[in-house]
């Protein structure tokens, strides 16, 4: 991640429209997947600074766990700096079979090859346990935006669900979501194709602006609900790995 993004990502997570809106779907959505229910151990694969970490706790009785690759994420008081381990992605066979809920949250894309990282998640889920990652969709939206994340792609959700599916893991649902932005996504990045951009880490817009897009998406998602839209500027999918709880 762009160091000037990083920065400022804590307060976007908390006040930017899309981070918002994206926790309330991620929790509608694991409210209906494990409503109540404990789903064990969880575990945060690009968790930041725990930001997801209270919507994890929801859905278990332990406290989650993370792992964040960029240590300049952390603060080392925050609540949750013990739950984190810093560094890359490594197979620990005192991990296997631990987890009943994973989630990788707009992370896959910034891996070049995400193969091996699946197949350490997957062997990190105990029977029966899931697995939830978001991804931004369609190469056409491609951005500034992506620039400055270090994105290696942007995914169509055949692609992320064959990656998903080949970790050995079971497809349970996916679609497409934030269909409003997706249009206003292809016109910015047609625009860039004649005026190149200066590259910058993304703010929170104006309050009425930030408001009125965060309106707008919770329209949408009240309106499409568990549909299945042709489009979106982002793709969620959501996995069990085969077994029991």
């Known amino acids: 991640m762009d160091p000037r993004y990083g920065v400022g990502y804590a307060r976007l997570y908390r006040e930017h429209w899309w981070w918002r809106a994206r926790e309330e779907y991620l929790t509608r959505l ?3 997947l ?12 690009g968790c930041g600074d ?6 994890l706790q929801r859905y278990s009785r332990e406290r989650p766990r993370g792992l964040e ?26 991990e296997h079979a631990r987890y009943g809920l994973i989630v990788a949250l707009d992370v896959l894309e910034h ?22 990652a978001t991804v931004p969709a369609f190469g056409e939206l491609w951005t500034a935006h992506d620039e400055v994340n270090h994105h290696y792609r942007r995914y169509r959700l055949r692609e992320i669900e064959a990656l998903v599916r080949d970790s050995g893991l079971e497809i349970v649902e996916s679609r497409y979501f934030f269909v409003w932005l997706a249009p206003v996504k ?3 990045a047609r ?15 104006l309050a009425p602006l930030n408001a009125v897009a965060l309106a707008i998406t919770r329209l949408e998602q009240g309106i499409l609900r568990d549909t299945h839209p042709p489009f979106g500027s982002s793709a969620i999918v959501v996995a069990r790995a085969p077994g029991l709880n």
């Not at 725990?50 to 919507?55: A, E, Q, R, S």
């Not at 300049?72 to 925050?78: E, H």
């Not at 013990?82 to 620990?92: E, K, N, P, Y």
């Not at 070049?112 to 990282?117: C, I, K, N, S």
């Open 69 to 94: 690759t960029d240590a300049s994420l952390l603060d080392p008081a925050g609540p949750w700096f013990d739950r984190i381990t810093t560094g890359a992605l490594v197979d620990d066979p005192s």
């Open 186 to 188: 292809w016109l910015v």
């Open 191 to 205: 625009k860039e194709r004649v005026i190149r951009p200066v590259v910058k880490a993304p703010e929170t817009p």
């Open 34 to 45: 494990i409503g109540g229910s404990d789903a064990g151990e969880t575990f945060d694969f």
């Open 30 to 32: 694991l409210d209906r």
């Open 111 to 132: 891996l070049e090859h995400p193969q091996p990282a699946m197949a350490i998640l997957r062997a990190r889920l105990r029977p029966g346990g899931w697995f939830l």
């Open 50 to 55: 725990g930001l997801f970490f209270p919507i």
